[in-house]
C-alpha cells in the first residue's frame, strides 16, 4: 500500500518560513516523480515544484525564488523549503507521487496538477 506521509504545515506571518516534508512507503521501486501541488480555498489546484528521480527540482513562476524542494533517497523523504512567505501563498499543500505524466526521468512540467498517489496534505496559512 501507497503512502505519504504530510507534515509541517502552519501559520506564520508575512515574510515568515515554514518546512514541509513527505515521507513516501509502499512502492516498489526508489525513483519517481514527486509533486508539490497546492489548493487555495475556492481555487483550482496549482503545482509548485517536483523533483524527478535524480533529486532535480523544477519550480513554477511563483515559488521560483521563494520555495526549495528536495529529495532525502535514504529516508524516502521529500521537502519543500517555503521562505518570504505571502498571504496568497495561503493554501492546503500536497506531496503526490506522479506515475502517469512524463515518467521519473522527465517531471519537469509544473503545471501538472495530476497524479497517481497523493498525501493528506498539510495546511498553510499566512497572515499580513
Known amino acids: 500500500q501507497v503512502q505519504l506521509a504530510e507534515s509541517g504545515g502552519g501559520s506564520v506571518h508575512t515574510g515568515g518560513s515554514l518546512k514541509l516534508s513527505c515521507v513516501v512507503s509502499g512502492l516498489p521501486f526508489a525513483d519517481y516523480c514527486l509533486r508539490w501541488i497546492r489548493q487555495a480555498l475556492g481555487k483550482e489546484r496549482e503545482g509548485v515544484a517536483t523533483?524527478?528521480?535524480?533529486?532535480?527540482?523544477s519550480y513554477s513562476d511563483s515559488s521560483k525564488g521563494r520555495f526549495t524542494a528536495s529529495k532525502d533517497s535514504g529516508k524516502n523523504t521529500f521537502y519543500l523549503q517555503l521562505t518570504d512567505l505571502r498571504p496568497e501563498d495561503t493554501a492546503m499543500y500536497y506531496c503526490?507521487?506522479?506515475?502517469?505524466?512524463?515518467?521519473?526521468?522527465?517531471?519537469?512540467?509544473?503545471?501538472?496538477?495530476?497524479?497517481?498517489?497523493w498525501g493528506k496534505g498539510s495546511p498553510v496559512t499566512i497572515s499580513s
Open positions: 523533483v524527478d528521480g535524480y533529486g532535480e527540482p
Open positions: 503526490a507521487v506522479d506515475l502517469e505524466h512524463g515518467g521519473a526521468w522527465s517531471c519537469s512540467d509544473v503545471a501538472v496538477n495530476a497524479a497517481t498517489y
